[in-house]
C-alpha cells in the first residue's frame, strides 16, 4: 500500500530563516511526486510535479527536491504570506489515484 | 481559463439526510475526483471518474456515490449523514492521461456540517 510521511508536523520560522520540508514515502512504482499548498479553509494549489529521482524545481523561494525515498521542499529567505500547510501526494504505478501525506504547518513570522 | 468549480460552498444538514454535492472540472480535463478532508485523517481519497466511468475507488462505506457526466461535470452523493461526514469536501480535476501523470487541480471545497 502507498504511504506517504510528511516532517515537520508544524514548522515556525523567522522572516528569511531558511529551512526545508519532508516528504517520505513507500510507493510500488512512482509515477509522480506532487507538491501543494492550502491556506486555511481553501482547496490545495498545485505547486510542483517531480517524476524522477534527481530531478529538481524551482519557483520564487520554493525549491522541490526529488530522491528514490523522499522529496525536499526546501524555503530560502521566507516571507509571511509563505504561511500555509504543504502537502505532497504520490502517484504510483497501481490505480490513478493520489496518495497524500499529512502536511507540515508552516508559520513564517515577521 | 476557468479554475474547479464547486457547489454549494456550505451545507448545513442533519442525521440520517442526504446530500449532493457538484464539481465543474477545468475545460478540457476528463478526470475528476473526490476527496474527504477532516482534521484527524487529512486529506482521503473518494473516488475518481474518468469518462463518466468510476475509475478509482478509496475505502470509504457505499453511502458515498458519485457520477460523472458527459461534459465532464461531477456529482458526489452521500446518502444517510453521519456526524462523522462532517468534512470538507473537495474536488479536483486533471487532463489525465495512462502514459505521464497530471497534476490534480482542486477546487476551493464545500463544507459539509451534519448535525
Known amino acids: 500500500e502507498d504511504q506517504v510521511t510528511q516532517s515537520p508536523e508544524a514548522l515556525r520560522l523567522q522572516e528569511g530563516e531558511s529551512s526545508s520540508l519532508n516528504c517520505s514515502y513507500t510507493v510500488s512504482g512512482l509515477r509522480g511526486l506532487f507538491w501543494y499548498r492550502q491556506d486555511p479553509g481553501k482547496g490545495p494549489e498545485f505547486l510542483f510535479t517531480l517524476y524522477s529521482a534527481g530531478e529538481e524545481k524551482e519557483k520564487e523561494r520554493l525549491k522541490a527536491t526529488l530522491t528514490k525515498k523522499e522529496s525536499f521542499l526546501h524555503i530560502t529567505a521566507p516571507k509571511p504570506e509563505d504561511s500555509a500547510t504543504y502537502l505532497c501526494a504520490v502517484e504510483g504505478d497501481y490505480g490513478q489515484n493520489f496518495v497524500f501525506g499529512p502536511g507540515t504547518r508552516l508559520s513564517v513570522l515577521p | 481559463k476557468a479554475g474547479v468549480t464547486q457547489t454549494p460552498r456550505y451545507l448545513i444538514k442533519t442525521r440520517g439526510q442526504q446530500v449532493t454535492l457538484s464539481c465543474s472540472p477545468i475545460s478540457g480535463h476528463r478526470s475528476v475526483s473526490w476527496y474527504q478532508q477532516t482534521p484527524g485523517q487529512g486529506l482521503q481519497f473518494l473516488f475518481e471518474?474518468?469518462?463518466?466511468?468510476?475509475?478509482n475507488k478509496g475505502n470509504f462505506p457505499g453511502r458515498f456515490s458519485g457520477r460523472q457526466f458527459s461534459n465532464s461535470r461531477s456529482e458526489m452523493n452521500v446518502s444517510t449523514l453521519e456526524l462523522g461526514d462532517s468534512a470538507l469536501y473537495l474536488c479536483?480535476?486533471?487532463?489525465?492521461?495512462?502514459?505521464?501523470?497530471?497534476?490534480?487541480?482542486f477546487g476551493p471545497g464545500t463544507r459539509l456540517t451534519v448535525t
Open positions: 471518474y474518468f469518462s463518466e466511468t468510476q475509475r
Open positions: 479536483a480535476s486533471s487532463y489525465a492521461s495512462e502514459i505521464v501523470p497530471y497534476e490534480q487541480y
